[in-house]
């Protein structure tokens, strides 16, 4: 036998060039293509909405399969229910208080800037306001019981996050107590979960087109004359989400878990871009789990963190409603007391968790919250309907930075999470793979380990 020489010896595997960067410089390009449109054609770039909303039905069409392929994985791959338990306690627990802390920032921010003191209302504007009322938002009860779906399948075809985490729930514990039995249908969904995110690759193709859509609408719809009217109310709502997000979270990033939120906000730029031209954070739910699960964070902590993070955990939508509640009473003439604002927000804090979910659901919670509880103010929501959509991007962005550091801070708390690999992700050693939103090299390496497990 002729020993292997140099010359011989089997060539390295070539490595795969990343080729979506180009994808995030198009989002750039469309995004200023979209407000060029918008302001010298307004009327064409109304007429392009249908791009925006078309891309994003296709990243919420992906949502579903996502979040019960990763919480089945996670809760089937852990041996005790109770560890599932403590990580969904301590996450709701977490939400609660960063609720009501993004609500009292909002509160200070909203009595020092009082921004729509000297507006006037007309009856158009009331009109517009009482139009906001959205009769899909539930009282607590009622969402509660919509949680249930009607079938198992109805879950998946309903749009409703909730009910999915609830499915997949219950398919994971019950595979939990399968015990080895269980074990070739979590094989089957981890093969599902790959499928689903490289058709979620496949879709993102298709961003520029989506975000140069959406810019494009509003920038045409609202134009240069709501953002000088409003540009107070705007300047102080960016600035509050600002600071909350830079002091408040990254304060809490750097005691609990030692990080830099930079450091993180930097691994997550793509995400931030792709939410910034689309101004919903759903857009990048799948893209966070993926993330958070090659960060470093457990599968059990990143399968309920997040998907419930989206539901109960909205800092930027809390914060909106605080300064936009004051501001609409402030223009109204009928200015409130803090004994009359505390009530009337913890009934906010509530009545935005029977609207998770509805489209538009910071204008259309903060239009039926006050419509239930002091409804002499919904007739000031047509003031800020103009600017809403570009608040709304502060808000998706908020929403998404609270959710990517609550993953990370739950993770700690639980000891879910490899802080070794955590130093080498943020540090660029242990690229993500963008071509599969999966570490494939990981996965595949998971099933010989399985089969020797059995074996």
């Known amino acids: 036998m002729a020993a292997s020489s140099p010359d011989t010896a089997p060539a390295a595997p070539a490595v795969k060039r990343d080729r979506t960067h180009y994808l995030y410089i198009a989002v750039i390009v469309a995004v200023a293509l979209g407000i060029a449109v918008g302001l010298i054609w307004p009327d064409a770039g109304v007429q392009l909405k249908p791009l925006g909303t078309g891309f994003v039905n296709l990243i919420k069409m992906m949502i579903s399969p996502i979040i019960f392929c990763t919480i089945v994985l996670g809760i089937g791959s852990v041996r005790k229910a109770a560890k599932v338990g403590a990580v969904g306690g301590i996450a709701l627990g977490y939400f609660t208080v960063m609720s009501l802390v993004a609500l009292t920032i909002g509160l200070v921010v909203g009595n020092v800037l009082h921004p729509g003191d000297g507006l006037h209302i007309t009856n158009a504007i009331k009109a517009s306001g009482h139009e906001q009322v959205s009769a899909d938002a539930l009282p607590p009860v009622d969402f509660v019981l919509s949680i249930i779906p009607t079938s198992f399948v109805a879950a998946f075809t309903g749009g409703q996050v909730l009910q999915t985490l609830l499915v997949a729930l219950l398919a994971g514990f019950a595979l939990q107590a399968m015990g080895p039995a269980g074990q070739p249908v979590l094989r089957g969904i981890e093969h599902i979960q790959r499928l689903v995110f490289r058709i979620l690759a496949m879709v993102m193709w298709a961003a520029p087109i989506g975000a140069f859509g959406a810019i494009a609408a509003v920038t045409g719809s609202a134009g240069l004359d709501a953002l000088e009217s409003l540009g107070k109310l705007m300047l102080g709502f960016y600035v509050t989400c600002f600071l909350f997000v830079f002091i408040v979270l990254g304060a809490l990033l750097r005691a609990i878990a030692g990080l830099n939120i930079f450091s993180l906000f930097k691994y997550l730029g793509r995400e931030f871009l792709l939410i910034l031209s689309t101004s919903s954070s759903e857009s990048a739910l799948p893209r966070l789990i993926a993330k958070m699960e090659h960060l470093g964070v457990s599968k059990p902590v990143v399968g309920i963190t997040v998907p419930t993070g989206y539901s109960f955990n909205l800092d930027g939508t809390m914060i909106y409603m605080t300064m936009a509640s004051l501001y609409i009473a402030d223009a109204l003439g009928t200015p409130m007391s803090v004994g009359e604002q505390i009530p009337l927000l913890l009934f906010l804090l509530l009545a935005s968790k029977g609207a998770a979910g509805v ?94 497990a059995k074996a």
């Open 359 to 452: 489209s538009g659901a910071g204008l259309a919670t903060l239009a039926g919250g006050l419509q239930s509880h002091k409804p002499a103010l919904v007739d000031g929501v047509g003031l800020i309907v103009g600017i809403d959509r570009f608040m709304s991007e502060a808000r998706a962005l908020t929403n998404f930075a609270g959710n990517a550091v609550a993953t990370v801070l739950v993770g700690t708390w639980t000891k879910e999470i490899d802080k070794d690999r955590v130093k080498q992700v943020l540090a660029g050693e242990l690229p993500f793979d963008e071509t599969t939103l999966l570490d494939e090299d990981a996965a595949s390496a998971e099933v010989p380990e399985k089969e020797l």
